[in-house]
């Protein structure tokens, strides 16, 4: 019964590097902080989420699998949250270099 | 086949590092790559079953470390185009080989002898009060490093209030930043705690404990919801100082009554450790916290 575990973990567990890498390609590749923004959060969320989810699937213990997921959890809000702040001063910096190239 | 992979990828990545941290465009840019230097060493002791130099690494080398730099750059004035340090590259190379040459010299033999302290330590662990070796070298066999090294930390802030630094502007905190400030200090609390209490018997202590009130304590203050904190108030001051003096108390009735400087009485091994490890923690996390978020004194003309 374990054995179809394994080999149910790894196609999680590749999607999620596929997700890292994507998301790493991304930030070094697209053109302004929005996109990379966009590149960098999958990494976060999906990346982290599939490795986790291939992980648990391996996992010897219930607590294993909570202690991962706690931590996905605590990634993902702490990516959000710096996503939204990198946004907003962006946002507000692109304002600020208008209002001076208008004067 | 696959961890030969992982550590030799671990240490190529940190010598990249340490070189892009030299090579950086900007100082900016440096300090960033010098965190994730920091993370990177926090692994490669974790690698090298070290997990208490990785907590440390991790929460003071990366975190801390990194915060204070972010914070002198903040101070700083504004970078000039011009490399003028250009000339001093080779001299600073040829110090830091030298220095590099005989650290080597001295590490290089622990590697190949099988040292006698390890089981030292073991044999003497019952008598410690604490179950975990590392922190019985700490706050039983070696405590008067770790006085000394609390003593470090009080110099450096105290050093610190002697530059009398200008104020740094904060901006009207964001709602989402406090938000989730609010949400992640009680996680620090939490956590530092937990790493305090289980550094008895597992990796842990007072500095990672320490060091994670501080980030809580830092969240907090950037959010506005703690006051300012200034060694003005009384229970600054006394919580910055009560760390060293528990641990000088300690040592001074031990001195005066007991078998000698910080030879603790057996019996009361375990609760002169917890003492000492929760006033250090305090202190540690005060003191951290000031040296990032601590209001400048007034200067008097």
């Not at chain 1, 969320?45 to 706690?70: C, I, Y």
């Not at chain 2, 410690?128 to 110099?155: C, M, Y």
């Not at chain 2, 320490?210 to 950037?222: E, N, Q, S, T, Y």
């Not at chain 2, 002169?272 to 006033?279: D, F, H, T």
Request: net charge neutral; glycine share 8%; hydrophobic share 60%.
């Amino acid at each position: 019964m374990t054995e179809w575990l394994v080999w149910l973990s790894w196609p999680l567990l590749l999607a999620g590097a596929f997700f890292f890498i994507a998301g790493t390609v991304g930030m070094l590749r697209f053109p302004d902080v929005y996109t990379r923004l966009h590149a960098v959060t999958k990494a976060d969320t999906l990346g982290l989420g599939l490795v986790v989810a291939g992980l648990s699937v391996r996992a010897d213990s219930v607590q294993a699998v909570a202690v991962m997921l706690l931590i996905w959890l605590l990634v993902m809000g702490s990516g959000a949250t710096a996503c939204q702040l990198l946004g907003r001063y962006q946002r507000e910096h692109e304002a600020q270099q208008e209002g001076r190239d208008r004067d | 086949m696959i961890e030969w992979l992982l550590d030799g990828t671990l240490a190529a990545l940190l010598l990249i590092l340490a070189i892009a941290v030299i090579r950086a465009s900007g100082l900016y840019a440096s300090v960033v790559l010098f965190i994730a230097f920091g993370l990177l060493l926090a692994l490669t002791w974790a690698r090298l079953g070290a997990p208490d130099l990785a907590l440390a690494e991790a929460a003071i080398g990366a975190g801390l470390t990194g915060v204070l730099l972010l914070g002198a750059l903040a101070h700083a004035r504004p970078e000039r185009p011009s490399n003028t340090l250009y000339g001093y590259r080779w001299p600073a190379a040829l110090v830091s080989m030298a220095l590099a040459a005989l650290l080597i010299r001295a590490v290089w033999p622990l590697a190949e002898t099988t040292q006698p302290l390890p089981a030292q330590v073991m044999t003497e662990l019952e008598a410690s009060g604490v179950s975990h070796p590392v922190t019985a070298v700490l706050l039983n066999f070696r405590a008067w490093d770790t006085l000394l090294e609390l003593l470090v930390v009080l110099f450096a802030f105290l050093g610190l209030r002697q530059l009398r630094l200008a104020p740094l502007a904060h901006t009207e905190p964001w709602p989402l930043l406090a938000a989730w400030g609010r949400l992640l200090a009680p996680l620090a609390l939490v956590i530092g705690g937990y790493l305090l209490w289980r550094g008895t018997s597992a990796p842990g202590g007072a500095f990672q404990g320490g060091a994670l009130l501080a980030a809580g304590l830092v969240v907090l203050r950037l959010n506005g919801v703690l006051p300012a904190l200034s060694w003005r108030q009384w229970p600054v001051r006394l919580g910055v100082l009560l760390g060293v003096t528990v641990f000088l108390a300690v040592a001074a009735l031990t001195h005066a009554f007991g078998a000698g400087w910080l030879t603790y009485p057996v019996a009361w091994n375990t609760p002169l450790i917890v003492a000492i490890e929760v006033a250090a923690t305090l202190s540690i996390a005060l003191t951290l916290a000031l040296l990032v978020v601590g209001e400048p004194e007034e200067v008097h003309p």
